[in-house]
């Protein structure tokens, strides 16, 4: 099949690496080749792709692609944006997965954990040999995660755990979950495997979003794990905040890859469709649209790029990450939106990508930080003052 | 050794063992380490550069020629069973497999993905170094040379290469090369079964049949679509790349006579390329089957005279 041809209306391509567009090609090939031929059917009965995890991870070696140790290809964090920009042009869902294996599960096992926890962990991890998850958020507890009722306490033989996390991406089929808990020395993280005595998990139903995921709640009832299961080099609250910021920012290009499938989705519909005796495309109203499409898509790619640059130089702080994410979901969901309204009554179908990507947004918008959460990181950097409360 | 019916299009082969006869343009000698198989297998992979079937072709403004501006350039689809065949070889018998492209600098875009696949090493033959790359653009002939004359140099045992490159569709080539170097080839391989490390068995489609053929090394097979499912890259394989040598060779390096490569070598000469002609709007007929039928029928007889 042809290669997709994204959108680079500002040659920011000559910006990147020979080795940084091999990497995005190689991606952006697998995608159009192994995913996007079954992911409709997968969003339609709900079910996550469970065959290309070991294409993501054995084969290609997509998982904790950025890092530089445990047979990981230390890729620039720009090569490493693309990934998840071309992941997520086949379903943010996927992307979510990749997400979580890298940023939230990987990455926090290879700076908070212990030299054993990173042998076990990390090669199975990398090979999709081993799934993992990340549980933070509680069912009462989301945009104010300090608050969390999660508890950990000493027994002579470990950790004592109890309590409940909610909207855990790939809970149930993990078989590690990164889980914090408030301890008397503060939060702290602990692995959990699956099957613990104690540790249950179900699967959250009925989804309009996100429907190729899985999303799960994990309970935790007097769930015992041993002594050597905390991430012993965690201290608090700001352990898992570096872990979302790892992943948010690579939501910031993953949302690029799903505003270029509706967008491309828009501007082929619209050469094609006939209306009035032309081309959708020769109205000016439509091209409007595109050009606004095309606008906002250029923005963000050029915020991503810098923001990866910073990154590799370690300075994308926090507020930088949270501006990106906000931005570029934002973005993408307004051009998923309105690339459905360029559809027409073809864009409530899933013969196109539009409507699975727009509703996919949805989550993407309120996961990791929602919108507003992120205004006020932002507006905290900006004034020096915290409007959190 | 191969022989070619003249102007038939039909192979005659016959399997020929042992070492390569010399090149008969050529008295370059083998690399003298070719042939000790306790180190492996020497293989090479001739990759070419084409448009994406998806790219806009647009003839240049010397009529003789393709605009490249804006062109995608991929690997021909073709090569990259070749260069699948190349790694599962190597994978079986140990050994070195050496990318080798001829074209502008571009074509080491290709070469690092065939790096990045797991080739060991690869050779950039650009074509503004062996005097005419407008030759050897068109004439299948003068790259043959060219690339035989890397063969040579590596002292390559086996040869793979596509059995045609998607934009001129010559499918001359790499039985080209196999002929300067002496060699046997077996073109269009559907499948290819390694009985040792000096010989194999390769199934070729014929017309209506499937032909098994043993060959036995030094040879040159030409891929064909379903000789085997080509890899993707890894991430890792991308970054690992990056470490391995690629040369750069030119005419002297490569001991080429220029009058073998450069102006007046080519065989043929392109008079001018023209693009398809645009295709005319078709004609739509209205009204019930009956008036539809009398209309076509009418307009066969008539206007076109078919019937």
């Keep these: 099949m042809a290669r997709f041809q ?33 992911i409709e059917q997968h969003a339609r009965e709900g079910t996550f792709p469970l065959h290309l995890i070991p294409k993501m991870g054995e084969e290609l070696g997509l998982f904790g692609s950025n890092f530089n140790d445990y047979g990981c290809a230390g890729l620039s964090a720009i090569a490493y944006g693309l990934i998840m920009q071309e992941l997520e042009r086949g379903d943010s869902g996927l992307r979510s997965f990749a997400s979580v294996q890298g940023s939230l599960v990987m990455y926090p096992i290879r700076e908070f954990g212990s030299e054993a926890q990173k042998e076990r962990w990390l090669p199975l ?40 996390k909610m909207w855990i991406t790939n809970g149930s089929i993990a078989d590690v979950a990164v889980v914090w808990a408030r301890t008397e020395d503060g939060i702290r993280g602990f692995l959990v495997e699956r099957g613990t005595p104690g540790f249950t998990t179900s699967d959250v139903k009925r989804k309009f979003s996100l429907r190729a995921s899985v999303t799960s709640e994990l309970s935790f009832q007097d769930c015992e794990v041993p002594a050597d299961s905390i991430l012993s080099k965690t201290t608090g609250l700001k352990n898992p905040l570096m872990c979302l910021n ?144 | ?67 490249p501006t804006d062109v995608e350039y991929v690997i021909n689809p073709y090569d990259e069973y070749a260069i699948e065949a190349a790694l599962q070889v190597k994978e079986k018998f140990g050994g070195e497999v050496v990318a080798i492209a001829l074209g502008p600098q571009r074509v080491e875009e290709a070469l690092r993905t065939c790096l990045a696949l797991g080739a060991d090493r690869a050779v950039s033959l650009r074509d503004s170094s062996f005097g005419d790359p407008a030759l050897l653009e068109r004439s299948s002939l003068a790259r043959a040379r060219v690339l035989a004359a890397a063969v040579r140099k590596l002292g390559s045992e086996v040869v793979f290469a596509g059995k045609v490159s998607i934009d001129e569709d010559n499918s001359a080539t790499g039985v080209q090369v196999a002929e300067l170097l002496g060699w046997p080839h ?91 002609p645009a295709r005319t709007a078709g004609q739509i007929w209205t009204g019930d089957a009956r008036e539809m039928v009398t209309k076509v029928v009418a307009a066969l007889k008539n206007d076109r005279k078919l019937i």
């Design chain 1, 6 to 38: 994204g959108l680079d209306f500002y040659s920011i391509d000559q910006s990147l690496s020979p080795d940084e567009r091999q990497v995005r090609d190689l991606v952006r090939d697998w995608v159009t080749n192994e995913v996007l031929p079954g």
């Design chain 1, 246 to 389: 790892q992943a948010r920012y690579g939501i910031a290009w993953g949302a690029i890859g799903a505003a270029q499938a509706c967008y491309d989705a828009a501007l082929r519909y619209t050469l094609a469709r006939t209306q009035f005796g032309k081309p959708l495309a020769a109205f000016q109203l439509v091209q409007n649209k595109l050009c606004q499409m095309v606008t906002e898509i250029t923005k963000a790619q050029l915020l991503a790029l810098q923001l990866g640059r910073l990154k590799d130089q370690g300075q994308a702080k926090p507020a930088l990450v949270s501006l990106a994410k906000r931005n570029n979901v934002a973005i993408a969901l307004d051009i998923a939106r309105t690339a459905r309204d360029m559809l027409g009554a073809n864009g409530i179908t899933d013969e196109y990508p539009v409507g699975r990507h727009m509703v996919n947004l949805e989550s993407v918008s309120t996961y990791e930080g929602t919108h507003d959460i992120h205004a006020l990181i932002v507006g905290h950097a900006v004034t020096g003052i915290e409007a959190f409360a």
């Design chain 1, 125 to 164: 991890l990398r090979r999709g040999a081993a799934i993992g998850c990340f549980g933070l958020t509680e069912p009462d507890h989301g945009s104010d995660p300090g608050g969390m009722e999660t508890r950990a306490v000493r027994t002579d033989r470990g950790w004592l755990l109890s309590g409940t």
């Design chain 2, 186 to 276: 077996v073109s269009v391989a559907t499948r290819l079964e390694w009985v040792d490390a000096a010989h194999a068995k390769v199934s070729r489609e014929i017309e209506g049949a499937s032909e098994e053929l043993e060959v036995a090394l030094p040879a040159l097979l030409t891929a064909n679509k379903g000789l085997n499912e080509p890899r993707y890259p890894s991430l890792k394989g991308i970054m690992a790349a990056k470490k391995k040598p690629m040369d750069t060779w030119d005419a002297a390096a490569l001991e080429l006579d220029q009058a073998a490569v450069g102006a007046g070598a080519g065989r043929i000469s392109i008079r001018s390329l023209e693009p398809p």
């Design chain 2, 1 to 67: 050794m191969v022989k070619r019916g003249a102007g038939s299009g039909l192979f005659v082969l016959a399997v020929r063992t042992g070492a390569a006869i010399p090149c008969p343009e050529s008295g370059q000698a083998v690399d003298s380490s070719a042939g000790d198989r306790s180190l492996g297998l020497n293989i090479a992979v001739l990759v070419k550069q084409v448009p994406s079937s998806e790219a806009r072709i647009k003839v240049a403004a010397d009529g003789r020629s393709i605009d």
